[in-house]
Every structure is written in structure tokens, then in C-alpha cells.
């Protein structure tokens, strides 16, 4: 059965492309009204069909759309999937995706807020540690934001390096060891927090306060006034967090795919 996707229109339209611009693919195809991504098979966003479009996408054969995308991503030895959001074109491709085989992969949110709302209710002492803010991330910065298996971190690092938008990468460090870190990309009035890590051992201790009270500042500076971040919906602990924070549920986005299929 198909499950429908729906929001504010208007929130997802303006934040759907921003988010795309923060987390850029290697490589992006245009598709009609749709954009075909890819990146090593590295993060579903950068290896998906970003199928957001304006108002007035105009006229297109669906399913001549859905086959040029299976054969770009079967030429390229990966999975075919398509991301979609309140923003999708047309309003029907959950239904019709779901006609062509496709399962749902999970579901996410989009969560938004005021900027200087989240300065406000993130305020505390740093109790002796470090928060630093650089325009570039640094090794020590990278291990804890994208400590993964594989190729994983240094394909992640590319895409962080290909970002066009100023970026923040800030992290709470004792000493040369960081301890929690996080990334804002700004863009226009708005800011996107991404890569909010805190280490294990170093959780629960008032650190993802200090992040996100550091990135909102430096959104602030940038002349930003919304935030947005992303979040699994299964993730309750986070977003207990983020309410508190200032955030608000804005928006659902889910996957699609053909779990047997080959990649």
C-alpha cells in the first residue's frame, strides 16, 4: 500500500534544494524535472533520484522517467532509488513507484527552527573544553564525524570538500581529542546543521548543546534566520533533543527501492 507524503508544500520546496546543495553528489545528472545522483554507493541522499521540482515541472512521461533512471544506475553498478519528499513531482510517484516494484526504505524528517531561538535555549558553559569553529575540517574532525568502515569516511570528506555554500565545522575538544563535532552549511536565510557526532564515551555531558549553540551563532553571522536539519524518525532520543533545542517537526522524506534487484 502506498503511503502518501504530505506537508507544508512550501517549507519542503525551499528546503529540499538547499539540502541537495549541502550534500552534493559527485555526480549529478539531470533527468527531465528530476536529477540522478551518485557517489560510490556512500549515503542514500547522494545516490538517489532527487525528484523535487517547482511548480510548473511541466509535462513528462513518468514511466519513461523511472526506466532512464533504472538504466543510469544499472550502467553505473548501483541500486536505483528514488528519494522523495512533499516536494516530489508529480504528487502521484509514491503510488506509481510502488506499482513498479518499489518498497519503502525507511522513513526521515525534516526539522526546522528559529535561529536565535536556538542561541537562545543552547546557551551554557563549556566548563573548561574547547569550541572551535573552522571553515575547514581537520583531521581529528573527520575521525569522529564520519568514523566508518571502508572507503566510507573518505568518500564522505569528498562530499564535504565539494561544498560550494560557506560551511562551519565546529567541535568540542579537551585538548587535541574532540569530543563531539558538527557541520552548518549556509545558504540564502537559511542554515543546514549536518554531521552532528558525539563520541560514545563523551555523551550525555551537555557537548551537543555546545554544537548547536555554536552552529546557530555562526548561522546568525551569516546573516541565516531558519535552521534545518535531517533526522531519522525512529531517532527519539535526538529529537527529544532538538525540541528542546528549538526545533520543530516541518516534514517527512522516505526512500524507494527494489530490494532484489542487483546493484
Not at 26 to 36: H, I, R, V
Not at 41 to 58: D, F, H
Request: some cysteine.
Amino acid at each position: 500500500m502506498s503511503t502518501a507524503i504530505s506537508a507544508p508544500l512550501d517549507v519542503a520546496r525551499v528546503v529540499e534544494p538547499l539540502a541537495d546543495r549541502a550534500w552534493p553528489a559527485a555526480e549529478q545528472t539531470p533527468l527531465g524535472p528530476w536529477k540522478l545522483r551518485a557517489t560510490r554507493n556512500i549515503t542514500w541522499r547522494a545516490n538517489s533520484v532527487y525528484t523535487a521540482a517547482p511548480a510548473g515541472a511541466g509535462n513528462h512521461d513518468v514511466d519513461a522517467l523511472i526506466t532512464a533512471a533504472e538504466a543510469f544506475y544499472a550502467r553505473i553498478g548501483q541500486q536505483v532509488i528514488f528519494h522523495l519528499s512533499p516536494a516530489t513531482w508529480p504528487d502521484g510517484l509514491d503510488a506509481r513507484l510502488e506499482q513498479h516494484g518499489y518498497e519503502l526504505a525507511g522513513w526521515s524528517e525534516v526539522w526546522t527552527a528559529n535561529a536565535s531561538t536556538v542561541v537562545q535555549r543552547t546557551n551554557c558553559d563549556a566548563r573548561g573544553e574547547t569550541v572551535e569553529v573552522s571553515d575547514t575540517p581537520d583531521g581529528a574532525w573527520l575521525d569522529v564525524a564520519y568514523d566508518e568502515p571502508g572507503n566510507a569516511r573518505a568518500v564522505q570528506e569528498a562530499i564535504v570538500r565539494r561544498i560550494a555554500a560557506p560551511c562551519a565545522f565546529v567541535s568540542v575538544r579537551d585538548g587535541s581529542d574532540v569530543l563531539a563535532c558538527g557541520l552548518a552549511v549556509s545558504d540564502g536565510h537559511w542554515a543546514g546543521f549536518f554531521s552532528i557526532v558525539t563520541r560514545p564515551e563523551a555523551r550525555r555531558r551537555g557537548r551537543a548543546r555546545l554544537i548547536f549553540h555554536a552552529l546557530s551563532a555562526w548561522a546568525i553571522r551569516q546573516r541565516a534566520t531558519q535552521l534545518y536539519l535531517q533526522v531519522l524518525a525512529r531517532n527519539s532520543t535526538a529529537k527529544t533533543f532538538f525540541t528542546t533545542a528549538g526545533f520543530a517537526f516541518a516534514y517527512p522524506y522516505t526512500y524507494r527501492l527494489v530490494r532484489d534487484r542487483p546493484a
